[in-house]
């Protein structure tokens, strides 16, 4: 049986795609919003609303043909290619080339496109816009109370890309997370595959960059969750499911029938997943804007 790559891999290779086509219009909109300019404000909101919207198509997407593969290779052992999950290629040529190679996805790749750029992508695009604006506003009040004057706190920011860049990153992390996760939940759910994979194990990377607690993480704790598993229909997903937080790097993965039983997590008579909570979930702390949401409920929520 071919040896699947960890999702873990899987997901930073799709997190590394985009994020410079997606920093340089956020830049873009981080001048305008600077200078008041309200057409160059809405160009920029347009072009980060359109990478957006396909990065996040291609997220869904990538998380939907995950649980695919994992199906098909604890059902029946079935060989297939480990080609990249996201080819280097346009976006509409990486979704064209990842239908082809899963075709039970396609009738629901339309859907998905709708879904993410008709009534989703501009009211995110506007929310992280509203928080850029705050970002400004802090910048020059900042500069205000060191008696800068505010021309020149502009210039400096005008002039400062890694500004943009950091918090684009976030932007581009957190949603693409928020997509991937949607799509891998979506999927479980469908008929057959809860009968070979009913749980999914959450995980963190688990570096020092890992959020624990501590005065430099803003209270939150996304160690403390790694190692969960729980029934892929549990509700308690709303709480632990990924992001976690803004810029979040944690995941799930989908856990077979085998691996349950051979850490004596399945009730054999009931076909029931028996949860297993890692020491110290307790202490976990999402953002405070996370947490309590069904996983993809922003997306699928409509439906």
Not at 95 to 107: C, G, V, W, Y
Not at 260 to 277: D, G, M, N, Q, S
Request: aromatic residues 8%; proline residues 7%; charged residues 25%.
């Amino acid at each position: 049986m071919t040896q699947l790559r960890s999702p873990e891999a899987e997901f930073q290779e799709l997190a590394a795609r985009s994020t410079d086509e997606f920093a340089r219009p956020y830049l873009s909109l981080l001048r305008a919003v600077i200078g008041k300019d309200t057409s160059a404000i809405r160009r920029a909101r347009e072009r980060c609303a359109q990478v957006l919207g396909q990065t996040m198509v291609l997220a869904d997407l990538s998380g939907r043909r995950r649980v695919v593969l994992e199906f098909r290779h604890y059902d029946k052992g079935e060989q297939f290619a480990m080609t990249p999950v996201v080819p280097n290629v346009p976006f509409k040529d990486a979704i064209a080339d990842m239908l082809s190679r899963t075709p039970e996805l396609a009738t629901t790749a339309d859907v998905i496109s709708e879904l993410y750029n008709t009534r989703h992508v501009f009211a995110m695009v506007q929310s992280s816009e509203l928080s850029l604006t705050e970002a400004v506003r802090n910048f020059i009040g900042k500069a205000l109370k060191r008696r800068e004057p505010a021309p020149s706190a502009l210039s400096q920011l005008q002039g400062v890309s890694g500004f943009a860049r950091g918090y684009a990153n976030s932007v581009y992390r957190t949603n693409l997370t928020t997509a991937y996760t949607a799509g891998r939940f979506q999927q479980a759910q469908e008929p057959g595959v809860r009968d070979v994979l009913p749980a999914m194990e959450r995980w963190e990377v688990m570096d020092s960059a890992t959020r624990r607690g501590r005065k430099e993480d803003g209270g939150e704790n996304h160690a403390a969750v790694h190692g969960l598993i729980m029934a892929t229909r549990d509700p308690r997903w709303a709480r632990y499911a990924p992001p976690s937080g803004y810029g979040c790097r944690g995941g799930v993965r989908m856990v077979p029938v085998p691996e349950l039983r051979r850490r004596h997590l399945w009730k054999e008579a009931t076909r029931e997943v028996i949860p297993h909570y890692p020491p110290g979930l307790e202490k976990f702390t999402p953002h405070e804007r996370f947490g309590q949401r069904r996983p993809g409920l922003l997306i699928y929520g409509a439906l």
